[in-house]
């Protein structure tokens, strides 16, 4: 949020500096992104009297005016305004100055032939209002030569990071408190202008939802005079971004600006009837000051007549009953409504707005009388009328939190010795209290308050929660700077290894999946809920309650979504291929009710494997066997046995039945699914095919039993490998892989490798089978195979096909 110097300083006396007091935001936690100060904006520019002003000879419009700068010698200006005239003093921009509103550089030039040195101003060239009829006009006792920034007055203008935790600093009284309690000052008083209520309010205000709207406060003032605001006022809205509007409205952004107090002004002749707090009917529409129309539902609250809806409450009020120059009768609202349904209405309409972001981060309900009370009496003197009694509906939250405070833990948390007596004046200063009479007394007494402290928080401060931010409060206003930097203990000796298997097994599959020509992705943890059910298993999703957006709204079920999203991306800007990894987290509502988080690695092979060449012609795409061969490299990476894997299908609607697959250890624990993405998931994804994908399941891999610290050296055979070629009829149903693990376990000693090289069905391989070819690899040990034990090898392998129904071809 944005203010002034000089707004600050109404609710602080202070003699510091700009410089001091950003110094002194950024110490206690109120980050200051920027400072401006117009006084640099208005460099170049100088009070100057108009000595002559003479018709150009060449155009109409304009003049050739002589002006003194107070350097003795007069200026020649060429100047198209109006009221220009000899013996007016104005603002000159002199050669170098550049024009705040346009950054034009001023030069000096020629103008339909005549010399001109300058440029007289406008109050809009200068940004200092939207008036562009003439050049400025200063009074005759302004002083010629000065600097026009003197002499108009610089007011820097400061800009504050507030975090979401601080609400109470949403108003710039509330930032003023915590800088007198820093010590730069004295915090004022709230002025609260002075006025008569006279007579029962003639509307009927009533909140029939006492969850969503507590409290609900209002009054009628009758006979205000609306119309632009006085100068002072549209300056401290100007230095907050706020654009003024009129006195009324203006007189409410004030509030809310300076106090952090929302509030709403509607026209009294636009209301019938009742005003009432409730929620929306299903269906209902309003159409809100920004012109656009909203349809509610019966989980929002709003402000309505018995005729509609005019105020979609704590967000934006209605364009219907809005204040007017012609309004003369207006009630005031003010009320305390629930931040959580606050924040779950704005986030369902996409409606954003400074009152919205106050309500859902949670305003101090004791200031609604103060905040009526300061809102009326402003608008009394500056717009007269005559003001009802108060209307109180409901009432907000009262039960202050009491907090147990050692104040020895500031020591032990924060790391710093801060007095008895310093860290009861911090709190005391920032509105915390304490029933111990002792609270307010001498240093001598204070030694002697019973310890915990029992200290009552204020009500606007909805961030404390226990001791350890009672101790952030004293040591942020205490001095953060004044923490020492003190190194961790550390043991003696060599430091042990602080990675954690899992940690270790990760870096090793990001490594090789790298290595294998993926690229790794990071994508969000949250998913659009369509996406997210898209892949959702048999276990209910985890759906947030406070979402960043409408389209991060669900915990990811699986890695696939975000990398598709990618991929498409990607291609949507013109990638041929995309080979997308990433290494995170699935998260499932577990069996207690709490969330379940589940190691992951997604692969995502999308548009082209190999682009299009002399060699190979066409472009190719990836297939599943792309899929299922990164997926058996990435599990012997992470070291799963994967000639005892099993493929079996099941992996998923989302995949395409009969070009997909999962990896087993058994039956039931599935290590890995791979396949060609579904043509329903990419109609759903709105991605172009084919897409490969896989995921492998890390939790689901066995841990390393035993392993030692090194791995044995390697000891190449002293004897040549030789291999021999088998070929069998087998049923057509039969998986090659199943052979393969068949032949393998035949001879455990002697096979060392089994390898696929023919499948053949058709011409003389009778129906219902289909030849399968492999070539076993037998490594002798210290002596040379005999024709004995390759014979007796030989049986044993076709012993084990003949199991599974696989007969050697003659």
Not at 476 to 505: C, M, Y
Not at 558 to 563: F, K
Not at 601 to 625: H, N, S
Request: hydrophobic share 45%.
């Amino acid at each position: 949020m944005k203010f002034s110097l000089t707004w600050l300083k109404d609710y602080l006396d202070t003699t510091a500096t700009v410089a001091e007091i950003c110094d002194a935001l950024n110490a206690i936690g109120l980050e200051v992104e920027g400072v401006e100060d117009p006084a640099e904006k208005l460099a170049g520019f100088r009070i100057a009297h108009v000595l002559t002003a003479a018709r150009h000879p060449d155009a109409d419009k304009l003049q050739v005016l002589t002006v003194d700068t107070g350097d003795g010698a007069p200026l020649q200006v060429v100047c198209g305004a109006p009221n220009a005239r000899a013996g007016m003093k104005g603002v000159l921009g002199l050669p170098g100055a550049v024009v705040p509103a346009n950054g034009m550089v001023l030069r000096k030039s020629a103008i339909r032939g005549v010399e001109s040195n300058g440029m007289m101003c406008s109050t809009r060239e200068l940004e200092l209002g939207e008036d562009h009829d003439g050049i400025i006009e200063l009074p005759d006792d302004a002083p010629v030569g000065t600097a026009f920034a003197d002499y108009h007055g610089s007011d820097p203008v400061i800009e504050v990071a507030v975090t979401p935790n601080r609400p109470d600093c949403m108003g710039v009284y509330g930032i003023a408190r915590d800088l007198a309690a820093k010590g730069l000052g004295t915090l004022k008083p709230i002025a609260m202008p002075a006025f008569s209520a006279s007579g029962a309010c003639p509307v009927e205000i009533r909140t029939d939802d006492a969850e969503g709207c507590p409290a609900f406060y209002g009054r009628v003032v009758k006979g205000v005079k609306n119309g632009p605001s006085p100068e002072w006022l549209q300056a401290r809205l100007k230095s907050a971004g706020q654009r003024p509007i009129s006195l009324l409205v203006d007189l409410t952004n004030y509030l809310m600006l300076g106090f952090g107090r929302p509030a709403h002004v509607y026209d009294l002749a636009k209301l019938q009837g009742a005003v009432v707090a409730r929620r929306a009917k299903d269906g209902e529409q309003v159409l809100a000051l920004n012109e656009k129309t909203y349809t509610l539902d019966s989980e929002m609250v709003v402000i309505a007549d018995e005729s509609q809806v005019h105020d979609i409450a704590g967000i934006m009020g209605g364009e219907h009953s809005g204040v007017t120059d012609d309004t003369t009768d207006v009630l005031l609202e003010i009320a305390y409504f629930d931040p959580a349904r606050i924040g779950a209405t704005g986030r369902k309409l996409g409606l954003s707005s400074d009152a919205r972001t106050r309500f859902e981060r949670g305003v101090d309900p004791e200031f609604l009388d103060a905040g009526l009370n300061l809102l009326t009496g402003l608008i009394v003197e500056l717009a007269g009328g005559t003001p009802s009694e108060a209307v109180r509906a409901g009432s907000p939250p009262a039960q202050a939190k009491v907090v147990a405070f050692d104040p020895g833990l500031t020591k032990e948390l924060g790391g710093i010795d801060v007095s008895l007596r310093e860290q009861r004046d911090i709190l005391a200063k920032l509105g915390f209290t304490s029933d111990n009479p002792n609270w307010v007394s001498d240093d001598e007494l204070i030694q002697k308050l019973i310890v915990p402290w029992q200290i009552t928080c204020p009500l606007r401060r909805h961030d404390i929660e226990g001791p350890a931010d009672l101790v952030e409060e004293v040591v942020r206003i205490h001095g953060l700077d004044k923490v020492a930097s003190v190194a961790l203990p550390r043991a003696e000796g060599i430091a042990r290894p602080t990675a954690t298997p899992q940690q270790k097994l990760e870096r090793g599959l990001r490594r090789a999946a790298a290595a294998s020509g993926l690229n790794e992705a990071v994508t969000w943890s949250f998913l659009p809920t369509w996406a997210a059910e898209h892949f959702a298993s048999d276990q209910p999703l985890w759906v947030l309650a406070n979402p960043i957006s409408e389209d991060m709204k669900a915990m990811r079920p699986s890695l696939l979504p975000g990398l598709l999203m990618a991929a498409k991306r990607n291609a949507d800007r013109g990638a041929a291929s995309s080979r997308l990894f990433e290494i995170g987290r699935r998260y499932f509502r577990g069996a207690n009710g709490l969330s379940d988080e589940k190691p992951t690695l997604g692969i995502v092979l999308a548009g082209e494997k190999t682009p299009r060449g002399w060699q190979a012609g066409k472009a190719k795409p990836f297939d599943a066997y792309d899929a299922k061969a990164l997926a058996m490299q990435l599990l012997e990476a992470a070291g799963a046995p994967v000639a005892n894997l099993m493929v079996m299908g099941e992996a998923g609607p989302q995949f395409h039945p009969g070009q997909s697959a999962t990896l087993r250890l058994g039956p039931k624990v599935v290590l890995a699914r791979f396949g060609m993405v579904h043509p329903a998931t990419l109609k759903a994804f709105d991605a172009d095919g084919p897409i490969a994908a896989v995921e492998l399941f890390l939790d689901a891999i066995p841990a390393k039993k035993g392993a030692a610290f090194a791995r044995p050296g390697f000891t190449p055979p002293a004897l040549q490998a030789v291999t021999r070629d088998f070929a069998f009829l087998v049923p057509a149903n039969l998986a090659a892989g199943d052979l393969v693990r068949a032949v393998q376990g035949a001879d455990k000693v002697a096979i060392t490798g089994v390898r696929v090289f023919d499948v053949f069905a058709g011409q003389g391989v009778p129906e219902g089978h289909k030849s399968i070819a492999v070539e076993v690899t037998l490594q002798p040990g210290e002596a040379s195979f005999k024709d004995a034990e390759l014979k007796a090898i030989t049986e044993k392998v076709v012993a084990a096909a003949a199991k599974l129904g696989a007969e050697l071809r003659g």
